[in-house]
């Protein structure tokens, strides 16, 4: 504790603030957290992860993972609904899924589906831009920003009633930020729209100005409101922070920070008698802590980090650790602030002084005796005690506390017992495999019955049972290692067989955690009995730990298994290799092919590294698909001349035949001959033409002026008609070859009409040009030729004459009101006689 305050921060005048460590993540996460859906549940619950999924293919499934909040794995199922927009938790810890067309799936804590209700038909009809779950008194409640800009709010899921809120007035892009507000137990919603602030209620949209904002604010960037929904912060693009109220009558502070972009998280860091109420901010490599003060608190961020606020601070966990940043609360600061003189710093020098035999313990006594606070000096060591984490620092205070005590007359003991049974509990549900990382306050806030329900929830009995009990979670751990003792005690007997043992060890230890079945079976093995090694391993959880011992003990066969079953490919690779080294060619080709997913793993090993191997593995499975496409592959992989690749080509074409793949087989003798015909306009031109595509071979002819050879490779590469009239017309307008292009469209017909030719002259700024074809253009696009051209008179014409009203408006909207009032005259009257009939 002599660097106890090195992690305090002030802010301000009077407030310190401090980030605890609660857990290294124990997950193994592939992904940044940025890459997921993340959904951490409040009160130390659970994180669930959902990664987004940007691939369009049916068979890419996300997993929707649940962890701890200590990284361990509850749950895992693919993703296979729609793609979700949003995760949240209900108050009873289930896990809400929002998807794009409006429904929400209830999930369990082990991801065991539980329901589904949908949002609304506008929510499905616009799909959901935007969604965020809330918690009030009346329940959790989910908030929807639809496509169409508009908010459906239901402000209790189990009993599901659905509000469209007004429409902010003049919105055509989604607001920069919102926000779900508790006014007077009514929800409404706060939206920024630019500079503009508005209140949504179930009736109006009201315009907001808030109280004391700076007139140079600037556009609101995000918004955060307070655990208990009564504090607001908002961020700028200038950098202002803007506190108040939630009620939008009262300003609490201001602040003015160096960055402009807006956080890609915003929250408020408060507690209960706070002195200086903060808002965090998390950038992509900073974090930013900001009061009513002058000054800020700066954290440098490793990693991709998400917050969750509590009712006492905020959580922040990344892919790798999970800390606790709060208020340092008064009694902590008057206990372990330098130099302090209060009652209850007095107090805990006074009893480390008397463990050491010192005099000065009954000097400080006294000092504290003698102005009548030794109860306040108790209180304050009491109160400093459980606001810490570590039971080394708890256990000091305690001590300091019940010292303190044994000198005071007839003081109340229920205090003292009521937080170290507190305390006692949360230090064993903080333990990282159950990862409950409550605070104090939140214990009391959730109370004892509530915390229960939550242990056995999440299936973990034995310690519920405990906490009924007041049990220490040290004795737990102690009987699991009495317990893997006694199982390497057993497994050296040789009086019972090895089926016997095996079960008797699995029926006392179960999935007790911190037993390793692997260790166990390594000290089996030792003592020569390999067979009960194997069956113990089968209650081995961890793929990782089962398959170095087995090729450890020969069962190369058995590892491949395992190591297949796990889906770990890294595992499959280790043990294949092995294989490979231990075993003749013969054999390790005929054990892969009885396994395919090891066989399918290393041909993709051999791709990259053993080329020659892979090519003998096709030629022992007459895959002659794959000999054609190993084929392929080395005719550009290779710096082959090239005769050599047309050699290589030519394999795969003999390849594909006798695959009966003729569709391959006739593409890869269509790159022969277009490689034969490339290389001779090489020749004759002197011009890199090789590799080029069909289409910019051609094209490129063109835009040379080579139109014959052009034509030449048309006619035997059979090239369609509209898409060889599309790269002509394309290569003739940038080379500028108008003459060259009038001619062509007089060629024949074209068989993709003659808009393309107005707007590749247009694209290449020439109106001259695309004013010839704008009448040859077919009725139906005429209109749309002519507005190309910028002829309004003959668009307008051209739209009266198919009597088409859409087209008559198009014309309409461009034009000016000065300039072309014949032309508005006209359609007009077009349009009356139009509506008469």
Same mark, same amino acid.
């Given at each position: 504790?002599?660097?106890?305050?090195?992690?305090?921060?002030?802010?301000?005048?009077?407030?310190?603030?401090?980030?605890?460590?609660?857990?290294?993540? %124990?997950?193994?996460?592939?992904?940044?957290?940025?890459?997921?859906?993340?959904?951490?549940?409040?009160?130390?619950?659970?994180?669930?992860?959902?990664?987004?999924?940007?691939?369009?293919?049916?068979?890419?499934?996300?997993?929707?993972?649940?962890?701890?909040?200590?990284?361990?794995?509850?749950?895992?199922?693919?993703?296979?609904?729609?793609?979700?927009?949003?995760?949240?938790?209900?108050?009873?810890?289930?896990?809400?899924?929002?998807?794009?067309? %409006?429904?929400?799936?209830?999930?369990?804590?082990?991801?065991?589906?539980?329901?589904?209700?949908?949002?609304?038909?506008?929510?499905?009809?616009?799909?959901?831009?935007?969604?965020?779950?809330?918690?009030?008194?009346?329940?959790?409640?989910?908030?929807?920003?639809?496509?169409?800009?508009?908010?459906?709010?239901?402000?209790?899921?189990?009993?599901?009633?659905?509000?469209?809120?007004?429409?902010?007035?003049?919105?055509?892009?989604?607001?920069?930020?919102?926000?779900?507000?508790?006014?007077?137990?009514?929800?409404?919603?706060?939206?920024?729209?630019?500079?503009?602030?508005?209140?949504?209620?179930?009736?109006?949209?009201?315009?907001?100005?808030?109280?004391?904002?700076?007139?140079?604010?600037?556009?609101?960037?995000?918004?955060?409101?307070?655990?208990?929904?009564?504090?607001?912060?908002?961020?700028?693009?200038?950098?202002?922070?803007?506190?108040?109220?939630?009620?939008?009558?009262?300003?609490?502070?201001?602040?003015?920070?160096?960055?402009?972009?807006?956080?890609?998280?915003?929250?408020?860091?408060?507690?209960?008698?706070?002195?200086?109420?903060?808002?965090?901010?998390?950038?992509?490599?900073?974090?930013?802590?900001?009061?009513?003060?002058?000054?800020?608190?700066?954290?440098?961020?490793?990693?991709?980090?998400?917050?969750?606020?509590?009712?006492?601070?905020?959580?922040?966990?990344?892919?790798?650790?999970?800390?606790?940043?709060?208020?340092?609360?008064?009694?902590?600061?008057?206990?372990?602030?330098?130099?302090?003189?209060?009652?209850?710093?007095?107090?805990?020098?006074?009893?480390?002084?008397?463990?050491?035999?010192?005099?000065?313990?009954?000097?400080?006594?006294?000092?504290?005796?003698?102005?009548?606070?030794?109860?306040?000096?108790?209180?304050?060591?009491?109160?400093?005690?459980?606001?810490?984490?570590?039971?080394?620092?708890?256990?000091?205070?305690?001590?300091?506390?019940?010292?303190?005590?044994?000198?005071?007359?007839?003081?109340?003991?229920?205090?003292?017992?009521?937080?170290?049974?507190?305390?006692?509990?949360?230090?064993?549900?903080?333990?990282?495999?159950?990862?409950?990382?409550?605070?104090?306050?939140?214990?009391?806030?959730?109370?004892?019955?509530?915390?229960?329900?939550?242990?056995?929830?999440?299936?973990?009995?034995?310690?519920?049972?405990?906490?009924?009990?007041?049990?220490?979670?040290?004795?737990?751990?102690?009987?699991?290692?009495?317990?893997?003792?006694?199982?390497?005690?057993?497994?050296?007997?040789?009086?019972?067989?090895?089926?016997?043992?095996?079960?008797?060890?699995?029926?006392?230890? %179960?999935?007790?955690?911190?037993?390793?079945?692997?260790?166990?079976?390594?000290?089996?093995?030792?003592?020569?009995?390999?067979?009960?090694?194997?069956?113990?391993?089968?209650?081995?959880?961890?793929?990782?730990?089962?398959?170095?011992?087995?090729?450890?003990?020969?069962?190369?066969?058995?590892?491949?298994?395992?190591?297949?079953?796990?889906?770990?490919?890294?595992?499959?690779?280790?043990?294949?290799?092995?294989?490979?080294?231990?075993?003749?060619?013969?054999?390790?080709?005929?054990?892969?092919?009885?396994?395919?997913?090891?066989?399918?793993?290393?041909?993709?090993?051999?791709?990259?590294?053993?080329?020659?191997?892979?090519?003998?593995?096709?030629?022992?499975?007459?895959?002659?698909?794959?000999? %054609?496409?190993?084929?392929?592959?080395?005719?550009?992989?290779?710096?082959?001349?090239?005769?050599?690749?047309?050699?290589?080509?030519?394999?795969?074409?003999?390849?594909?035949?006798?695959?009966?793949?003729?569709?391959?087989?006739?593409?890869?003798?269509?790159?022969?001959?277009?490689?034969?015909?490339?290389?001779?306009?090489?020749?004759?031109?002197?011009?890199?033409?090789?590799?080029?595509?069909?289409?910019?071979?051609?094209?490129?002819?063109?835009?040379?002026?080579?139109?014959?050879?052009?034509?030449?490779?048309?006619?035997?590469?059979?090239?369609?008609?509209?898409?060889?009239?599309?790269?002509?017309?394309?290569?003739?307008?940038?080379?500028?070859?108008?003459?060259?292009?009038?001619?062509?469209?007089?060629?024949?017909?074209?068989?993709?009409?003659?808009?393309?030719?107005?707007?590749?002259?247009?694209?290449?700024?020439?109106?001259?040009?695309?004013?010839?074809?704008?009448?040859?253009?077919?009725?139906?696009?005429?209109?749309?030729?002519?507005?190309?051209?910028?002829?309004?008179?003959?668009?307008?014409?051209?739209?009266?004459?198919?009597?088409?009203?859409?087209?008559?408006?198009?014309?309409?909207?461009?034009?000016?009101?000065?300039?072309?009032?014949?032309?508005?005259?006209?359609?007009?009257?077009?349009?009356?006689?139009?509506?008469?009939?």
């Amino acid at each position: 504790m002599d660097c106890y305050t090195a992690n305090w921060d002030p802010l301000g005048e009077a407030a310190y603030y401090r980030k605890l460590d609660l857990y290294t993540m %124990g997950w193994d996460l592939r992904e940044d957290l940025r890459d997921c859906l993340v959904a951490a549940a409040p009160y130390g619950g659970p994180i669930a992860l959902l990664k987004n999924k940007k691939e369009k293919s049916p068979s890419s499934r996300p997993p929707l993972e649940i962890y701890t909040a200590s990284g361990v794995l509850l749950a895992s199922i693919p993703w296979k609904n729609s793609p979700a927009v949003h995760l949240g938790w209900t108050t009873s810890e289930d896990l809400l899924c929002i998807q794009e067309d %409006g429904s929400v799936l209830v999930y369990s804590l082990f991801c065991e589906f539980k329901r589904r209700f949908s949002m609304g038909n506008e929510v499905l009809q616009n799909h959901v831009l935007e969604a965020k779950v809330f918690h009030t008194e009346y329940g959790t409640g989910v908030a929807i920003l639809t496509g169409a800009h508009r908010f459906t709010i239901a402000t209790n899921v189990e009993d599901l009633k659905l509000r469209r809120l007004p429409q902010v007035p003049g919105v055509q892009k989604p607001p920069s930020c919102w926000a779900v507000l508790c006014q007077e137990r009514v929800t409404v919603l706060l939206v920024a729209v630019g500079q503009e602030l508005y209140l949504l209620d179930n009736t109006t949209c009201s315009p907001v100005t808030l109280p004391g904002l700076s007139p140079h604010a600037g556009s609101f960037l995000r918004m955060a409101v307070s655990f208990n929904y009564r504090y607001l912060a908002l961020f700028t693009d200038t950098g202002y922070i803007w506190m108040g109220k939630s009620n939008l009558k009262e300003k609490l502070g201001e602040s003015i920070c160096e960055f402009r972009a807006p956080p890609k998280q915003m929250v408020w860091c408060t507690r209960s008698r706070s002195k200086q109420r903060a808002v965090v901010m998390a950038w992509e490599r900073r974090l930013l802590v900001a009061g009513d003060a002058e000054q800020c608190i700066q954290y440098p961020l490793d990693e991709d980090s998400y917050l969750v606020p509590e009712l006492d601070g905020v959580r922040i966990f990344s892919r790798s650790t999970h800390e606790f940043l709060h208020e340092i609360p008064e009694a902590s600061q008057e206990v372990f602030k330098i130099a302090s003189m209060a009652p209850g710093a007095l107090l805990l020098e006074a009893q480390k002084e008397y463990e050491k035999e010192s005099q000065k313990a009954d000097e400080y006594l006294r000092e504290i005796k003698d102005q009548n606070l030794l109860p306040e000096a108790v209180e304050q060591c009491i109160r400093a005690a459980s606001y810490e984490h570590e039971p080394e620092i708890q256990k000091s205070l305690l001590r300091a506390a019940s010292f303190g005590k044994c000198f005071i007359d007839k003081f109340p003991p229920e205090r003292f017992v009521e937080t170290c049974r507190g305390l006692r509990v949360l230090n064993a549900i903080r333990d990282y495999q159950i990862g409950i990382p409550l605070s104090f306050d939140q214990y009391t806030q959730v109370t004892t019955e509530v915390l229960l329900d939550r242990l056995v929830l999440r299936r973990l009995y034995p310690i519920a049972i405990k906490i009924c009990e007041y049990l220490r979670l040290s004795e737990f751990q102690g009987i699991s290692r009495i317990l893997a003792h006694w199982a390497c005690y057993k497994v050296q007997q040789k009086d019972k067989s090895d089926e016997e043992v095996a079960q008797a060890i699995n029926q006392k230890l %179960g999935d007790t955690p911190g037993i390793s079945y692997s260790e166990i079976a390594a000290r089996a093995y030792e003592c020569g009995r390999t067979e009960l090694a194997i069956k113990l391993l089968e209650y081995e959880p961890r793929s990782g730990k089962q398959v170095p011992l087995l090729l450890k003990m020969k069962r190369s066969q058995l590892a491949l298994s395992k190591a297949i079953e796990s889906g770990d490919t890294d595992l499959v690779y280790t043990v294949v290799l092995h294989l490979k080294n231990e075993l003749n060619r013969g054999a390790f080709f005929m054990t892969l092919q009885n396994q395919p997913v090891a066989l399918s793993l290393y041909r993709q090993f051999c791709k990259y590294q053993e080329l020659d191997t892979l090519k003998d593995l096709y030629n022992q499975d007459d895959d002659h698909q794959e000999l %054609g496409n190993f084929h392929v592959r080395a005719s550009y992989a290779s710096d082959k001349q090239i005769d050599g690749r047309v050699a290589s080509l030519q394999n795969a074409v003999d390849e594909y035949y006798k695959a009966k793949n003729e569709f391959a087989a006739k593409a890869t003798e269509d790159q022969i001959k277009l490689l034969r015909s490339q290389r001779r306009l090489q020749a004759d031109f002197d011009k890199p033409y090789l590799d080029e595509s069909l289409h910019d071979t051609v094209y490129n002819l063109i835009l040379e002026g080579n139109h014959k050879r052009a034509e030449q490779f048309y006619r035997d590469f059979k090239i369609p008609d509209k898409r060889f009239w599309w790269l002509k017309i394309n290569a003739l307008a940038e080379q500028g070859d108008w003459e060259e292009l009038e001619k062509f469209s007089k060629s024949k017909k074209s068989p993709i009409g003659y808009l393309p030719f107005v707007e590749m002259s247009m694209k290449h700024h020439n109106r001259h040009e695309a004013k010839k074809y704008a009448p040859r253009v077919a009725p139906e696009q005429r209109v749309k030729a002519f507005l190309l051209v910028g002829d309004l008179s003959q668009a307008s014409e051209a739209a009266i004459e198919r009597k088409n009203e859409a087209e008559m408006n198009l014309v309409l909207s461009k034009c000016t009101a000065a300039a072309d009032a014949s032309v508005v005259a006209k359609i007009n009257l077009a349009k009356a006689q139009l509506g008469k009939k």
